[in-house]
């Protein structure tokens, strides 16, 4: 077989299509690889040329069929320019969603030619620019978004979901001068609510846990009558201030509430779910969070999480399979040439595979673009463990001039935590 010309077979809404092997290796989702080549970081190639390997997912299916129809209208012009400009909201937006709630990369990749075909007809949408900004923050450039944003909101002073992001990803990247600006044009701008919300995040990060703490007591009392995403923030945000200050059963209690509107609504909140699964390790409730864990296939933190668990527990088998497909993710998105999770490579290689030097390099990396608190803790984490003193001490100070405050960067919850 020339593997230059090789095609394999799809079978995509209904037909069958011929599609370049190259091409079809990107289409390949992790699962494959695992049951295919157990244990190899080696692509799979067929030898059969007609051979199906992978099916599109239904919802992928129902998402084409809908953008037919869309093209059909809009070929037939029975829609107004403001309809159109809702319509490619809508898709763009569906995509997204989908790839964030399956954590399958094709939906992002339709999502982005779906926008870039959009901002090539009306590049000064500000729908459109804004949705730009959001997809360069799932694909971690951070750097891009900001710059995308600042020019937003100065073209739209008045949009108040940019200045939102744009103080979130400022939060996110350290630069807490800069989110605090943000969060004041916001304030100017939008209702209390918002301007707690924005104020309470950069204060939760920056050790003022008293003033965070009585905001959003304030808020608690409506809670109920707020949106079910805000109500989720609060109760979370809740959970991590009490977290800091080391009073875990309450902190459960928040975890627990914030938990069970998510279930109940049908949401999806990745950072909740490692947050209720790290108290639950904290707990030592190790098989409450693998049964929780075990079967979150599309979530490399939590794929991580489930290996350490594993390994706790005697899981042999479970920690073996964990740690192969782990392997696979991560080979896939260095042949992409893919950055998007330093974060966790940085946390699989120091938990599973047990490489410090190797984890705090990859740890480094990741500090320069994002400095959550989960960043500095691998950070740390990994330095402590190089077993350096020196470095470890170069590293918190490091840290420290960012302003970032945490409980759990302290040296003595670093060297008793699991994760």
């Known amino acids: 077989m020339n593997n230059n010309r090789a095609t394999v ?42 051979r199906v390997l992978d099916h599109l997912p239904t919802n992928l299916v129902a998402l084409f069929s809908n953008d037919n129809k869309f093209e059909s209208r809009v070929k037939r012009h029975t829609v107004s320019p403001e309809q159109w400009e809702v319509l490619q909201q809508n898709r763009v937006t569906s995509y997204l969603n989908h790839a964030k709630a399956s954590g399958d990369m094709r939906y992002l990749s339709y999502a982005e030619n779906r926008l870039q075909n959009w901002l090539q007809e009306t590049p000064q949408s500000e ?34 979901e940019a200045w939102s992001l744009l103080a979130n990803l400022q939060l996110l990247t350290g630069d807490y001068h800069a989110a605090k600006s ?27 846990l008293h003033k965070a703490h009585k905001m959003l007591r304030a808020l608690l009392v409506g809670a109920n009558t707020m949106p079910v995403q805000r109500q989720v923030w609060l109760y979370t945000s809740m959970a991590e201030i009490k977290l800091q200050r080391n009073k875990i059963t309450q ?16 949401l999806n909140d990745n950072y909740l779910s490692r947050l209720h699964i790290d108290y639950l390790i904290q707990k030592n409730n190790l098989k409450q969070a693998f049964e929780l864990v075990r079967n979150k296939k599309n979530d490399s933190a939590m794929m991580i999480r489930s290996a350490v668990i594993a390994k706790k527990l005697g899981y042999e088998t479970n920690f ?4 192969i497909a782990l392997s696979q993710t991560f080979e896939i998105e260095r042949r992409r040439g893919l950055g998007r999770h330093l974060r966790e490579q940085a946390l699989f290689t120091l938990l599973v ?4 030097a190797e984890a705090f390099e990859i740890a480094q990396e990741n500090w320069v673009t994002q400095k959550e608190p989960e960043d500095a803790r691998i950070l740390l984490k990994s330095a402590l463990s190089v077993g350096d003193e020196a470095l470890f001490q170069q590293v918190q100070a ?4 960012t302003g970032l405050i945490d409980l759990r960067l302290d040296i003595d919850y670093l060297r008793g935590s699991v994760i």
């Open 251 to 266: 902190a459960g209690y928040y975890i627990e509430k914030a938990v069970k509107l998510v279930a109940d609504n049908g």
């Open 320 to 323: 073996d399979m964990s740690r």
């Open 182 to 208: 943000s969060c004041k044009q916001l304030s100017a701008r939008s209702n209390l609510t918002d301007s707690i919300i924005c104020q309470s995040n950069i204060m939760i990060r920056t050790g003022e």
């Open 398 to 401: 490091e840290i420290k001039n």
């Open 127 to 160: 729908k459109a620019r804004l949705l730009d900004a959001q997809i360069k923050q799932y694909n971690h450039n951070f750097k891009a978004a900001i710059q995308h944003l600042e020019s937003l909101t100065m073209d739209h002073p008045k949009n108040i």
């Open 9 to 50: 077979l799809f079978d995509a809404i209904g037909e069958r299509v011929c599609l370049p092997h190259t091409l079809a290796f990107l289409l390949f989702p992790a699962s494959l690889f695992l049951v295919l080549k157990f244990a190899s970081a080696e692509p799979y190639l067929p030898h059969d040329e007609t």
């Open 353 to 356: 595979l047990n490489r410090p």
